[in-house]
């Protein structure tokens, strides 16, 4: 299985451009979360969805962010116009059960590797 | 209160001590509890679940409290590979009805030779 995947990598971008940034969940998975974690803040929870509709969306920050999910094989997230505090890294994680359930299954989060974004 | 809490370290032991390293949730009606790794430059991944009776894997035993509201890892044998940011998580019931993974900071570990 080729696990989560992200693009790009890595992104370097100057204030006040849009970046997108991409993610396929496994093969399977209903959910899908994206993450954001800064040195000061840690790992926050920006959004996750099932079955492609958003259920918790409390985490995104402000408008400049936002997140789709077309179908069940990729997501984007958006941040539209970037900032210098919007520097972290991005993950995205797909698992086959939701949050409450998680603990209660043998089954896990499995994250990508990240997309390091850097806004000058 | 933080509602995940954790020492941030960094825990510097030699290699072959034994290290543990608690974690306080600020929900009392949390869950589920899990204990993730992550490396330097990677993603997280799962290490452990905490069950309530306590659970061991390998030179890993986690640890939970309920009472006092705090979960435990203890490294047994602690090798150079164990080097990484534990990360622990608890899933809490949120306002709405909205439930989520709550991520501590992690806690830096750094095994010595």
């Known amino acids: 299985d080729a696990g989560v995947i992200q693009s790009p990598r890595h992104e370097v971008t100057e204030m006040g451009q849009e970046v997108t940034l991409r993610c396929k969940p496994i093969s399977g998975h209903d959910y899908l979360f994206w993450y954001r974690q800064t040195m000061m803040r840690g790992l926050e929870l920006l959004i996750y969805?099932?079955?492609?509709?958003?259920?918790?969306d409390s985490g995104m920050p402000e408008d400049r962010f936002s997140a789709k999910m077309p179908n069940a094989s990729f997501s984007t997230l958006k941040i539209q116009p970037s900032e210098p505090r919007d520097s972290a890294v991005y993950f995205c994680?797909?698992?086959?059960?939701?949050?409450?359930?998680?603990?209660?299954?043998?089954?896990?989060?499995?994250f990508g590797s990240g997309t390091q974004l850097s806004v000058l | 209160r933080k509602e995940v809490e954790q020492d941030p370290g960094p825990f510097n032991v030699p290699e072959g001590a034994t290290v543990a390293f608690n974690c306080t949730y600020s929900n009392s009606a949390s869950q589920s509890f899990f204990w993730y790794r992550q490396d330097c430059r990677k993603e997280p991944k799962l290490l452990m679940s905490v069950y309530s009776s306590g659970n061991e894997d390998g030179r890993f035993t986690a640890q939970l409290n309920r009472a006092s509201q705090y979960i435990s890892l203890l490294i047994r044998d602690s090798k150079l590979s164990d080097s990484a940011t534990y990360l622990c998580?608890?899933?809490?019931?949120?306002?709405?009805?909205?439930?989520?993974?709550?991520f501590g900071k992690g806690t830096h570990l750094i095994i010595q030779p």
């Open positions: 998580v608890v899933n809490m019931r949120k306002g709405g009805g909205a439930d989520g993974l709550t």
């Open positions: 994680a797909s698992s086959l059960t939701g949050p409450t359930l998680l603990g209660l299954s043998n089954e896990k989060l499995f």
């Open positions: 969805f099932n079955n492609n509709v958003p259920i918790d």
